[in-house]
């Protein structure tokens, strides 16, 4: 786990070192494409330590994805490194069990995100949960390793519900890029209106979510 940790972060302080000198986003994703798979490498492993450490927020990675890779591509990008970090979360929790979850999630989280009760409904709870914005989930994907979920399906479901959030972020990101300010607000807007939307639902019916 601690190397794991240390090429992640590696990776990220390259990745990141480069960005600061190239503001320009013709000139990053040219950067990025000279690298070849290293550049999609570097932005999956500081993505998967983002992950990882769930009070580090995902949407700026996201955002910067769609600047540096454009819509689609950041969505691929941002997507793979969301499939590995849940792998590697989930076999952690599997492995380490409660020990490893309350190191990132109080007992009273654990009170107020439903998973651990609802037993008959986990997979349609799981993908409603990963679905709505504004939801805690990096610290859900610790909860779910708890639950009897099989691997497969997991994956198949939380990554196909993140799919949403994760390419609003990479077009807003991608239009700040071509520097569409007002498409990129727009999308914010919208992205930012839902995900409130999303916590006050998550509140009204589970309590106060996961930081």
């Given amino acids: 786990g601690g190397i794991l940790f240390a090429l992640c972060a ?10 600061l000198g ?10 990025v494409d000279s690298l070849g798979v290293m ?3 570097a932005f999956v ?14 949407e700026p990675f996201e955002i910067a994805a769609g ?3 454009g819509a689609g591509e950041g969505l691929l990008v941002c997507t793979l490194a969301n499939a590995l970090s849940t792998v590697l979360i989930f076999f952690l929790v599997r492995r380490f069990g409660m020990k490893l979850v309350n190191r990132f999630v109080s007992p009273e989280q654990l009170q107020q995100i439903p998973l651990l009760n609802r ?17 805690p989930k990096d610290a859900l994907l610790y909860l779910c390793g708890l639950t009897p979920v099989r691997l497969a399906p997991f994956l ?3 990554g196909a519900a993140r799919v949403p959030s994760i390419l609003s972020s990479t077009m807003g990101g991608d ?10 607000l727009a999308v914010f807007a919208v992205t930012g209106l839902l995900s409130l939307i999303g916590v006050w639902a998550y509140r009204r019916r589970h309590g106060k979510p996961a930081a």
């Fill in 156 to 158: 198949l479901l939380s």
């Fill in 119 to 135: 037993k008959n409904r986990l997979y349609g709870l799981m993908f409603v949960l990963f679905l709505i914005p504004g939801t």
């Fill in 175 to 184: 239009a700040l890029g071509q520097e569409q300010y007002l498409v990129a």
């Fill in 22 to 31: 190239k503001l320009d986003a013709q000139a990053i994703r040219d950067w």
């Fill in 39 to 41: 550049g999609h490498l």
């Fill in 67 to 69: 600047y540096a890779f």
């Fill in 10 to 19: 590696l990776a990220l302080s390259f990745l990141g070192r480069e960005l």
């Fill in 45 to 58: 492993g500081g993505m998967c330590l983002q992950a990882v450490i769930p009070f580090l927020p995902a």
